[in-house]
């Protein structure tokens, strides 16, 4: 069965880092679409970066940009989401996902099949 495991959350401060990994297990990352998502407290989901299946390309929310980098190495299964300037805003639920079709990031969360249950960023003085 896929298994997706999220870890590297934590408490930081505004302007601070955090680098979050997502370990797959049952599924490779490569010829799949695979990306970050993160649940605000009390809001719903969104994504944060995805890649491509389709063209390999990464695609960032226009909140992220310049800020968060997206990463993975297939040889180790494993995605990557560096944070650099963290804001509150950006404090969440973040979860890593796994969509089979290649268009899976322009369908944003609908596109990913499966799911980690996330890790928590808490960005806060």
């Known amino acids: 069965q896929v298994q997706l495991v999220e870890s590297g959350g934590g408490l930081v401060q505004p302007g601070g880092s955090l680098r979050l990994s997502c370990v797959v297990s049952g599924a490779a990352l490569d010829g799949n679409s695979f990306g970050w998502f993160r649940q605000p407290p009390g809001k719903s989901r969104d994504e944060v970066a995805c890649i491509s299946g389709r063209d390999g390309s990464t695609k960032y929310a226009d909140s992220v940009k310049g800020r968060f980098t997206m990463s993975r190495d297939n040889a180790k299964n494993t995605m990557y989401l560096q944070m650099n300037t963290l804001k509150p805003e950006d404090t969440g639920t973040y979860l890593c996902?796994?969509?089979?079709?290649?268009?899976?990031?322009?369908?944003?969360?609908?596109?990913?099949?499966?799911w980690g249950n996330g890790t928590l960023v808490s960005v806060s003085s």
């Open positions: 996902g796994i969509g089979r079709v290649g268009y899976a990031c322009d369908l944003w969360i609908y596109g990913m099949d499966h």
